[in-house]
């Protein structure tokens, strides 16, 4: 005989089951409880919400450095002596530490909804302390070698601030659903009023924050300057190899108005252009002068230079990722280039009616042209034959002697100064890195008729915001990139911003009154007997064994009642049952 007898009651709860096993193993219903979080699990949410806002910082930070990849690679291969590109794995790495810890707050946030207990699996402890642990070393390393680049943030915050704001504020105006379902669901008012003030706290500061929000775009459009003049840094190092004729006659196809170089001086006087202080990354040394390969490269003659290809080199490499872009013409070119004298370039520069700027590196202390590396330089500025007045002359030393010699070069700076102090030593124009000018120095700069150039400026947004800040020319890696932007990528008039801004906060705010008001309607009208919720929220610390038979008695006594049979109980309730089989003899 077989005897049919029911056990256990399941609700189907597909999705529930899914955020809970995934977030802390519990796929079972048994496993899952209602009751309040405790202390160690509420230190762990607070841990994966720091880790988060940290690696959105981290993301955030080289998201936005994408202008400065290049400088940061030549920072590792001065410390390493291999070239290789180091953001692949940084941004690698990123992307996925960022992607499993916003996806560990999506969960935990869907617990908080659906009034689930927190408990975090102890595996994902150990990613989100390994994902803390290593954004904090990245962190530091950067600081310590890098930490002219955390200036992006702020600059870039003028570029995309009005955009984030109006982004944060859709999110914490979605987050009121959460908010006010955990209000309305608490019996605890002390708890009700830290939430509230906890959130409208958040949610105020959102709403007056675009009152410190500044940025050079927000402004009349009819006061927008001409459009800077783009400098080919290097030529279009991007294109073809740097410091090479073929990269700045490829400059000059991207409508560039002036050359920036590298210049050092060979043993015999003979000015070149070369970046590194030895020629093993941008030509074949190695292959030619093995023996020679790490000295100076001021140590070469010009006939021994000419002797190396400074082409194969870019090739072989790809340290843009632009190789697959190139024509086999192109590639042609770049394989015959050899190392481009000062001469050269003037020349070309003269033919083209083009501004060039270089950055003499003066000679080691044994070096035959130790003393006489101005002198050598102005000669070879003479014997090009170009006009004066298209020479940026940066030395600053011996430069009252240059005036004299050659008065007509134009005096620049590589130093910051004041205006005041650049008019007194005659100096009109100020090379600097982008981030060693704020908007209104150059605003100041300009009406003190100071000429300020920005390097290195790639990005379209940087761009944008410089010439929306009023700056005469940038030097730049990727004038092909630039050529491309006619106009600032975004130009708005401040009674605009304002009534965006504003029209945004009134929607947030009724908005999040609909969502208060609806969840209170919402948990008032699911106040309703529920006998196994009460049962379960009974049983506090008690085994999964003694819920189950906590729950089976639950059936049996609503059976014994007279309310029906227990296949009609769960049938009217719309649960699914199975049975337990046992053999009678």
Not at 170 to 183: M, R
Not at 187 to 201: A, D, I, P, S, W
Not at 363 to 387: F, K, M, R
Not at 498 to 507: G, N
């Amino acid at each position: 005989m077989v005897k049919h007898q029911p056990l256990q009651v399941y609700e189907r709860q597909l999705c529930l089951s899914c955020i809970t096993g995934i977030y802390g193993c519990r796929w079972k219903r048994y496993q899952r409880s209602h009751d309040d979080t405790t202390k160690w699990e509420l230190l762990w949410s607070l841990i994966l919400l720091f880790t988060f806002s940290l690696l959105l910082v981290w993301f955030y930070f080289w998201w936005e450095a994408h202008n400065d990849y290049n400088e940061f690679n030549w920072f590792l291969y001065n410390r390493s002596g291999e070239w290789s590109d180091g953001t692949v794995p940084i941004l690698a790495t990123t992307a996925a530490g960022f992607t499993y810890i916003a996806f560990l707050m999506v969960l935990a946030l869907c617990h908080i909804a659906l009034g689930q207990q927190l408990n975090l699996h102890w595996l994902h402890k150990i990613g989100v302390t390994t994902a803390l642990l290593t954004t904090i070393i990245g962190v530091i390393s950067v600081n310590q070698t890098w930490g002219q680049e955390w200036d992006v943030i702020p600059i870039s915050l003028q570029a995309t601030g009005p955009f984030l704001h109006i982004g944060a504020l859709a999110a914490v105006t979605a987050l009121s659903w959460i908010v006010a379902g955990q209000v309305a669901r608490s019996e605890k008012t002390m708890f009700q009023v830290v939430v509230m003030l906890l959130y409208l706290t958040v949610l105020l500061g959102l709403y007056v924050v675009p009152l410190y929000i500044t940025s050079p775009c927000i402004m009349d459009p009819n006061s927008l300057k001409q459009r800077p003049d783009v400098i080919g840094h290097q030529g279009a190092p991007m294109l073809a190899p740097e410091n090479t004729l073929w990269s700045f006659q490829r400059a000059l196809q991207m409508n560039v108005t002036g050359f920036e170089a590298d210049v050092t001086i060979s043993v015999d006087g003979v000015p070149f252009l070369m970046h590194d202080h030895t020629l093993q990354r941008t030509t074949d040394v190695q292959k030619v002068f093995p023996d020679r390969a790490t000295i100076d490269a001021s140590y070469f003659n010009w006939t021994d230079l000419q002797h190396l290809n400074a082409g194969q080199w870019f090739l072989k490499g790809d340290p843009f990722w632009t190789v697959h872009m190139l024509s086999p013409h192109e590639k042609d070119r770049i394989t015959n280039q050899s190392v481009c004298s000062l001469e050269q370039l003037l020349k070309l520069a003269s033919y083209h009616n083009t501004t060039v700027v270089f950055r003499l590196r003066r000679p080691p202390q044994e070096h035959p042209c130790h003393y006489s590396w101005i002198n050598d330089t102005l000669q070879a500025v003479q014997q090009s034959g170009i006009p004066q007045s298209l020479v940026m002359w940066t030395p600053n030393e011996d430069r009252a002697m240059v005036k004299q010699l050659d008065p007509g070069l134009i005096q620049t700076s590589l130093e910051k100064l004041s205006p005041q102090s650049l008019d007194q030593s005659g100096i009109s124009r100020l090379l600097l890195r982008y981030n060693q000018a704020s908007t209104q120095e150059i605003r100041d700069f300009s009406q003190s008729n100071i000429n300020l150039t920005l390097y290195t400026v790639n990005e379209p947004w940087l761009y944008s915001v410089l010439w929306c800040s009023g700056v005469s020319a940038v030097s730049s890696e990727a004038p092909q990139i630039l050529n491309k932007v006619p106009y600032p990528v975004w130009l708005m008039r401040p009674d605009e911003y304002c009534l965006m801004w504003v029209s945004a906060d009134i929607i947030s705010f009724a908005v999040v009154i609909g969502i208060f008001f609806f969840q209170k309607y919402r948990m008032s009208g699911m106040r309703s007997y529920n006998p196994e919720q009460i049962m379960l929220s009974a049983a506090v610390r008690r085994s999964s064994r003694d819920l189950n038979v906590m729950k089976e008695k639950l059936i049996f006594s609503e059976v014994g009642n007279g309310v029906g049979s227990a296949e009609e109980l769960y049938a009217d309730n719309g649960y699914d049952y199975y049975t337990n089989q046992g053999i009678s003899q």
